[in-house]
């Protein structure tokens, strides 16, 4: 099953507003997890990432949250603007007797309006 | 530019109809990996490869084949295309140290519609 989720598939805020964006995992020993930006006709760019022994990473407007207690992810966006239009996505490293895999959510939409 | 480069970026084919996607990444990655992006179902991993001649099934195998002769290459086959592989195809190269724990590039996708 999905072991990467998002709580909204969309989202829609006012320019200048601050957007929350959250992701749930299941694995507790997962170690990274990385954020990604789809734009339409494209293929997802990297955003930000964050690894296991952190809580907190901040980047350009962006800021990554990790709350391993219950395995909780979160991307805000400070002063969202209309080029943040988009299809944001979660995704987890989940290593196993297998070998390791990316493992990715089904995405959220951002609509940001002026 | 460090890029991951799909062609072609559009293809409307028939069914049966053996084709290739090719995939090429300029930045000396180890990794690299195909997925499917489908409304309601995101990304989904068809094959990776952690280096050349190494390749592992992913997620959705079925109806795929992947080559990894060079570093820089990594095409993806289907044999004989069914409308049930109409996708938008997705492939990401990244480098292999650390774990994996980097980020992934992601070429611009193809459309594939089989008829």
């Known amino acids: 099953g999905e072991s990467v989720g998002l709580h909204l598939p969309t989202l829609s805020v006012q320019e200048g507003d601050n957007s929350i964006i959250n992701c749930a995992y299941s694995?507790?020993?997962?170690?990274?997890f990385i954020w990604y930006k789809q734009e339409s006709g494209k293929g997802p760019q990297f955003i930000i990432d964050?690894?296991?022994?952190?809580d907190k990473r901040q980047g350009q407007r962006v800021t990554v949250l990790l709350n391993k207690t219950v395995k909780h992810l979160s991307l805000q966006i400070a002063a969202t603007q209309p080029g943040d239009s988009a299809v944001y996505f979660c995704?987890?490293?989940?290593?196993?007797?297998?070998?390791?895999?990316?493992?990715f959510g089904k995405g959220t939409t951002l609509s940001v309006s002026s | 530019e460090a890029q991951v480069t799909q062609n072609p970026r559009y293809l409307i084919t028939v069914t049966g109809k053996k084709l290739t996607v090719t995939c090429s990444q300029n930045m000396n990655h180890e990794y690299m990996s195909w997925y499917r992006q489908d409304p309601g179902l995101g990304l989904r991993q068809i094959y990776y490869s952690m280096n050349v001649e190494v390749t592992d099934k992913g997620d959705v195998p079925e109806g795929y084949k992947v080559s990894r002769k060079e570093k820089r290459n990594f095409p993806l086959i289907l044999e004989s295309p069914s409308p049930n592989q109409t996708s938008l195809y997705f492939c990401?190269?990244?480098?292999?140290?650390?774990?994996?724990?980097?980020?992934?590039?992601f070429g611009d996708g193809t459309r594939l519609s089989i008829l």
């Open positions: 964050i690894r296991s022994n952190m």
């Open positions: 990401a190269s990244q480098t292999s140290g650390q774990g994996l724990s980097q980020p992934q590039h």
């Open positions: 694995n507790s020993a997962s170690d990274y």
């Open positions: 995704a987890e490293i989940l290593r196993g007797q297998a070998g390791t895999a990316l493992i």
